[in-house]
């Protein structure tokens, strides 16, 4: 799939938000005491009355913890990609099931993700591929492949790079996928490359892993220097 494909607002994920619960006070009788605890509420279908959101009724329904948890492909704190509609995002998983308490029936996020970019929090609406993949070093997948300048994000002058923890030949061990979008894996390789530019953005690393796609030799592109996607392999000392 293409990026213009890919980033297509039906897989999206959507900032999160809070229906603020409603205050109200509490009756109070004219001699000055306070009203008496109101009656339990009325059933209806086997549910209270005053149920008003998603999430109050998932909860008097005691649906906890989810029967969909066991087949979530990330777990809280792995590192994943996210559709946010006009473009991808990196970021972490914080949260998994939330209920979404704007909905009018019962609905259930895989995911609540935190950003990179903006510190803010999404909710991941499915556990797909077109809404979210893990992250990796990307680069031989065409279906991936797109993801390293959205990932890369921000940009400086060639001039004065920061440093990094590698140099040009250096034996380095990158995190790649394994499975498009749902698992990744360590493999071995050398840094081919210090800070080029690829797909129009400047990253830290190009490595080149050799016997990668069917025996033959394979690059992939490093857009952040830190030990989720890099880290030194044998013989390597970090700088």
């Not at 991936?144 to 923890?165: D, I, N, V």
């Not at 210090?194 to 033959?216: D, E, F, Q, S, T």
């Amino acid at each position: 799939s293409s990026s213009s494909s890919s980033s297509s607002s039906s897989g999206s994920s959507r900032s999160r938000s809070r229906r603020k619960p409603s205050k109200r006070k509490a009756a109070t009788p004219s001699n000055g005491t306070a009203a008496p605890p109101p009656p339990p509420p009325e059933r209806d279908r086997g549910l209270p009355k005053h149920v008003e959101t998603a999430a109050d009724r998932a909860r008097a329904n005691g649906v906890f913890p989810s029967p969909h948890e066991p087949a979530w492909r990330f777990g809280v704190g792995d590192r994943v990609v996210c559709n946010v509609g006009e473009c991808w995002r990196p970021g972490v998983v914080e949260m998994r099931d939330e209920i979404d308490d704007e909905a009018d029936e019962f609905a259930l996020f895989p995911y609540v993700v935190r950003l990179d970019m903006t510190g803010r929090q999404i909710m991941v609406p499915r556990d797909q591929n077109e809404c979210v993949l893990a992250e990796a070093c990307f680069g031989p997948r065409a279906e991936t492949a797109f993801l390293t300048p959205w990932c890369r994000g921000e940009e400086f002058e060639l001039s004065e790079p920061p440093p990094l923890r590698f140099e040009q030949g250096a034996a380095v061990d990158v995190r790649v996928e394994h499975r498009l979008g749902e698992e990744t894996e360590w493999v071995g390789g050398r840094v081919a490359a210090v800070w080029p530019r690829v797909r129009g953005k400047i990253v830290p690393y190009v490595v080149a892993i050799p016997r990668r796609l069917g025996g033959r030799a394979a690059d992939v592109a490093v857009h952040r220097d830190d030990a989720w996607l890099v880290r030194a392999g044998e013989g390597t000392v970090e700088r």
